[in-house]
């Protein structure tokens, strides 16, 4: 029985299957692995099964001449914290679970327009706080987003999930960039020509962009920009897509309306200038945090071991 190493500890019922399988073993916190930790166990396990931010860095694969572990079968869509090239060229398999979180996240997302436009979380911490004084005509004012523009940066599985949701839910229109074309989002959507477009069309801007090299930054200072002062801006990708320096610049200027935040450029940490920012929905990357959702993310994982062990054809490989 191969044995498995699993980043960190699963929903019971994954842990179960996992366990009928492989000789599973856990590491006993719920941090990410450092590169240390990932080069031993590329030594250590026939399976390492991944979770996000753990440190499969080119750095941390090249350490490692012969590699015992033959697959990563990470948990999650993203795997911006696995090089995928050095592991390749080491003999890795590399597995993902796509799909699995596309709906979560898309309702993640569409929490984070709400919230932003209408002020939720500020209007929550002035109940809690215990200064509400009751309600009034102009009260914490927000944006309607029904019939307005929504900007979707990245049109994959994700961004046209949203895209139905902001479409059919609320009428929105939908404009999108992506870097290829799409020929069918689903709902009536205008694909326009640049990034700045969409970001200057949109009353509301989301971020639906794997992280990789190439997108990091990718809503940059310029980007920020070229959207309107009414306008807000949501994240629910990778940290790191958007500049987070320039983001909190714009925001201090009023410069535009808001943002909705699932992801943190350097997580877990949270700059104490976004802390201090009122009109800021901060969430802890609960993009795929159902029940459901992380279970079926687990035995897709499976799957894609079970397939590599048993000399089938890897259904999700990266």
Not at 264 to 289: C, I, S
Request: glycine fraction near 10%.
């Amino acid at each position: 029985m191969p044995n498995l190493l699993v980043s960190r500890a699963l929903p019971d019922a994954v842990m179960q299957a996992l366990a009928a399988e492989f000789e599973v073993i856990v590491r006993p916190t719920t941090q990410p692995m450092s590169e240390d930790e990932a080069a031993n166990a590329l030594m250590a396990y026939d399976a390492v099964l991944p979770t996000l931010g753990d440190g499969f860095t080119a750095a941390a694969i090249g350490r490692v001449a012969e590699p015992r572990c033959k697959i990563l079968a990470n948990f999650g869509v993203g795997y911006n914290h696995i090089d995928v090239g050095a592991a390749v060229a080491k003999g890795i398999t590399v597995t993902n679970t796509p799909g699995a979180v596309t709906d979560a996240t898309a309702d993640i997302a569409m929490t984070l327009i709400l919230m932003a436009a209408r002020r939720a979380g500020e209007g929550e911490r002035l109940v809690r706080s215990g200064a509400w004084e009751g309600w009034h005509p102009v009260q914490m004012l927000g944006l309607h987003i029904g019939g307005k523009t929504v900007g979707i940066i990245g049109m994959g599985r994700i961004g046209k999930a949203i895209a139905r949701r902001c479409q059919a839910g609320f009428g929105m229109d939908v404009v999108f960039h992506n870097r290829s074309m799409v020929a069918d989002v689903g709902v009536p959507a205008r694909q326009l020509g640049s990034l700045t477009e969409v970001m200057a069309a949109a009353d509301v801007v989301v971020i639906a962009v794997p992280g990789s090299p190439e997108t990091h930054h990718m809503i940059d200072g310029a980007a920020l920009s070229a959207m309107q002062p009414h306008a807000y801006l949501v994240n629910i990708s990778r940290g790191d897509v958007v500049d987070e320096a320039a983001l909190i610049t714009v925001l201090e200027a009023g410069q535009i309306a808001g943002a909705g935040l699932d992801v943190y450029e350097r997580e877990p940490h949270v700059p104490d200038a976004l802390l201090a920012l009122d009109n800021v929905v901060l969430l802890p990357h609960l993009g795929t945090n159902a029940q459901e959702v992380r279970s079926h993310m687990g035995m897709m994982a499976l799957a894609n071991l079970l397939a590599f062990f048993g000399g089938d054809v890897v259904p999700n490989k990266v």
